[in-house]
């Protein structure tokens, strides 16, 4: 089933989770520090990620839906997998 509709944010996101590597780095890269709650394991990897070093200040995740809930996130970053 699709449902479609608009949502209106009453602020920015406060605690972001990024669960790959695509959305890891950009969020680490437009986000600020504060509003990310949690990236990846994937993006501490330095032959991977360009923004490993800095994922390194926050916690992973290996996108398992029972980890991201306990993290109480108000937005979820994922992109689609081929």
Do not use: W
Not at 8 to 28: E, F, H, K, Y
Not at 39 to 59: C, H, I, N, Q, T
Not at 69 to 80: H, S, V, Y
């Amino acid at each position: 089933m699709l449902c479609s509709g608009m949502v209106i944010a009453a602020g920015p996101p406060q605690r972001v989770v990024s669960v790959n590597l695509c959305s890891d780095q950009l969020l680490l890269m437009l986000a600020d520090p504060q509003q990310v709650a949690s990236v990846s394991f994937l993006s501490r990897d330095p032959d991977s990620s360009f923004v490993a070093e800095k994922a390194k200040a926050y916690p992973i995740n290996h996108a398992r839906a029972e980890e991201i809930i306990r993290l109480n996130p108000d937005l979820i970053l994922i992109t689609p997998h081929d």
